[in-house]
């Protein structure tokens, strides 16, 4: 063994060269990956926080996605509700002008029984034909839910819709159609009308019921967690991502060292082992 201040022997030398190179690889890996972890052994604490922000992000998307899901569910229950309450409205305006008897004939009044069947029949259709996926939505089966809040979707069939009494006795829009007890045809067009509107009272409350479930627990929850998953994402690229300037740097230091630690085991040079120290860093 060589005592301080003796000569230098160059596999010293060579082993700081492995050592260089060593270092290289992992920044030139780091540089290649983005990554600044790319197994435990480069930052086992960083790693563990890593990974436990990684679980916390996947928990949150999880619920963002199932948020979009209720989202989108809520939008096209409203959309739907939306057009039964104008075909209500449409149904409304024959009743109404049923009831109006001065210069409509039988003819007339037959003809707008008819459009109002259609319109029945439309009615019946949106209920039956709304859906989400394999979930349909006015059945009368089905509810929107997130985090414990919840709305139920009641049926919007003309069999269900518009339940009044009426005489001690439960009637609904579909009593409204031909053969029904208030067919617009017939004498009694005042409780045509009070079940028509009922049934699109009924309608537009529950069509008011999914927009507020909507902006006030879906849309703050969901503004919530896009915060919280750009914080989340912010923190783990803080520990993995790899810092480009810094890497750079490193490997620009590291190819001098590099240089110099080849020179001097080629040139097989006499050095002050603490000289050779401070070049090879």
Known sequence: MSSIGGPFQPFSASRQIGQIQTQKA??????ATGSRINRAADDPAGLVS???IKAMLAELEAETRSLSRAQNVSRVVGSALGEVSDLLIEAEALAVANANTAGLSDAEREANQMELNSILAAVDRVSQSTSFGDS???RGNSSISINGASVD???TAVNDLG???IDGQSYTLS???SGGAFAITGNNLESSLELIRAARQEVVFKQGEVGAFERNAIEPRAAGLSVAIESLSAANSSI???DYAKATAALARLDVLEGAAFRVTSA???LDPSALIRLLG
């Open 153 to 155: 979707l009641e049926s």
């Open 268 to 270: 097989g040079a006499q």
């Open 136 to 138: 349909h939505l006015l």
């Open 50 to 52: 890593s990974e436990q």
């Open 240 to 242: 993995r991502d790899t």
């Open 175 to 177: 009593d409204v159609g």
């Open 26 to 31: 992992s920044v030139l890996q780091q540089l």
């Open 163 to 165: 339940q009044t009494e």
